[in-house]
């Protein structure tokens, strides 16, 4: 137990807690002050901590991957040659060996999340959170990242029996989420790409309505060919087997999860004849609706 207590005194005064003074209210969890380089990924410490006007962290270098999510108020990060605003909804991190400069804004402070982190997984999820390059970035999704944090947070302070696990594979999550939906990495996309995910994400939250590819076309005012184009390029498909595909996939589900009879099913998914969507949905499964249903009932 003692050795435990040692070991975490060393990562609180040499890496995470700050000089007295700059921090107003912190919780801070560990786990090992030598941890597994050769590991895919290990967590060495994180916590939260309430910024003081003065708080302003000055370093040259660091030994562990970081990253954290600025929570409330305000505050600056230096890195790379560049200066970058942090307000609320912020992620921000680098490498091993970065020399950076974080400061609170002096009138409303910030307060954060962070994680420090080691192995081969590290430096391929900086990259992929668009974090390895750019320092830091805003997620449109802020609030799902958030939470990410806070259940790593979390597994970390109650410390059971996989909580070393449980924060690893969350923090795997949170990477990809930054790395699908931060606001740095949207305005990186081409204009195809973006075009495409605008007609991509148009098509999954309304195909059982959608009667033609055409009529998304329209709503992301584009030619159809050239959305046709997008899909054969980014998705490998056409809109219309997109779309055809996803009403398919939510028939099969209705199938084994109600009782709805194979013409409900077909009205809820979009198709008028029923005659039309047991010969399309056989293309897609193999076995008419029916027979779909009692071969996986």
Do not use: W
Not at 50 to 60: G, H, L, Q
Not at 148 to 160: R, S
Not at 201 to 211: A, G, R, T, V, W
């Amino acid at each position: 137990m003692k050795k435990k207590d040692n070991s975490a005194k060393i990562i609180k005064d040499q890496y995470a807690q700050n000089p007295r003074g700059k921090v107003l209210d912190a919780r801070y969890f560990y786990y090992d002050t030598s941890p597994d380089y050769n590991r895919d990924l290990a967590i060495v410490c994180g916590g939260y901590e309430k910024c003081a006007s003065n708080f302003d962290i000055n370093r040259s270098t660091y030994p562990y991957y970081f990253v954290k999510y600025t929570t409330r108020g305000k505050g600056r990060l230096e890195i790379n040659s560049r200066r970058i605003e942090l307000t609320a909804g912020s992620v921000s991190g680098f490498c091993p060996g970065t020399a950076h400069h974080y400061r609170a804004d002096g009138q409303e402070p910030m307060e954060h999340i962070f994680v420090t982190f080691v192995g081969a997984e590290a430096e391929r999820l900086l990259r992929a959170g668009s974090l390895y390059e750019a320092g830091a970035v805003r997620p449109l999704k802020s609030a799902e990242v958030l939470g990410v944090f806070e259940k790593i947070f979390d597994a970390g302070i109650e410390k059971g029996r996989y909580s070393q696990e449980i924060c690893c594979n969350y923090l795997r999550i949170l990477f990809l989420l930054l790395g699908q939906d931060s606001g740095q990495l949207k305005r990186n996309y081409s204009q195809s790409m973006a075009t495409y995910f605008e007609c991509k994400k148009y098509i999954d939250d309304n195909f059982s309505q959608l009667s033609s590819s055409q009529e998304v076309a329209e709503h992301c005012a584009i030619n159809s060919r050239y959305m046709s184009s997008l899909f054969k390029r980014y998705c490998h498909t056409s809109p219309h087997e997109y779309v055809m595909r996803l009403k398919l996939n939510k028939a099969a589900n209705l199938l084994l999860t109600s009782s709805l009879s194979v013409k409900e099913i077909a009205y809820q998914v979009g198709f008028e004849d029923p005659y039309h969507f047991s010969r399309n949905f056989k293309k897609i499964h193999s076995l008419p609706p029916r027979e779909y249903r009692d071969f996986h009932s």
